[in-house]
């Protein structure tokens, strides 16, 4: 085979994905997980932080404390509550970051393939949703109860069990 062997890890939220995602790191496939990458491109100094802030306003993020014209963080906390509350800011969000994520992982993909990965690992919550499974080797799909992910991502996460629940039923469904 000339490429490496491409599959999806997909889930809902706090359904067990990274943890899926570190046993086959462990084997010694590349993994590529959406979530970090998506951390990455919204960083200051990035187009799609200056987005953001663009689209959303200065409430979304941090206190600055540094001064000196650097620009803080997003608040990941306060930006979330904001668009998991509205639909119209979510597709918003997701317009201004999935090229960003899409673009940044097809690097980071192309960099495993270069370094002469034979499988790499696409770990992601919207394979399903955005269709970015199609075109690839395979599909994992981690799946627990809806109860148990509500308890995962509250007592990781310090979502409440409102915001947990809001977010699970904004993804695509379980069935």
């Known amino acids: 085979m000339d490429r490496p062997f491409v599959i999806g890890l997909t889930g809902g939220i706090a359904s067990g994905k990274s943890t899926v995602g570190t046993i086959l790191r462990g084997l010694g496939a590349a993994v590529v997980a959406a979530d970090e990458v ?30 000196d014209g650097v620009e803080p963080p997003l608040d990941r906390k306060k930006l979330a509550a904001r668009v998991f509350s509205d639909e119209s800011a979510r597709r918003l969000l997701n317009q201004i970051t999935h090229p960003a994520i899409a673009a940044e992982s097809a690097r980071r993909m192309q960099l495993a393939t270069t370094q002469g990965a034979k499988l790499i690992v696409y770990e992601a919550a919207l394979l399903i949703e955005n269709n970015i499974y199609q075109g690839m080797d395979g599909l994992l799909v981690v799946d627990i109860p809806a109860q148990l992910q509500v308890e995962r991502a509250v007592s990781r996460g310090g979502l409440s069990a409102e915001e947990a629940e809001a977010r699970i039923r904004s993804q695509v469904s379980r069935q």
């Open 38 to 67: 998506a951390r990455d491109v919204v960083q200051p100094g990035q187009p799609a932080y200056r987005k953001i802030v663009d689209a959303f306003g200065r409430a979304v993020l941090t206190e600055s404390t540094a001064g």
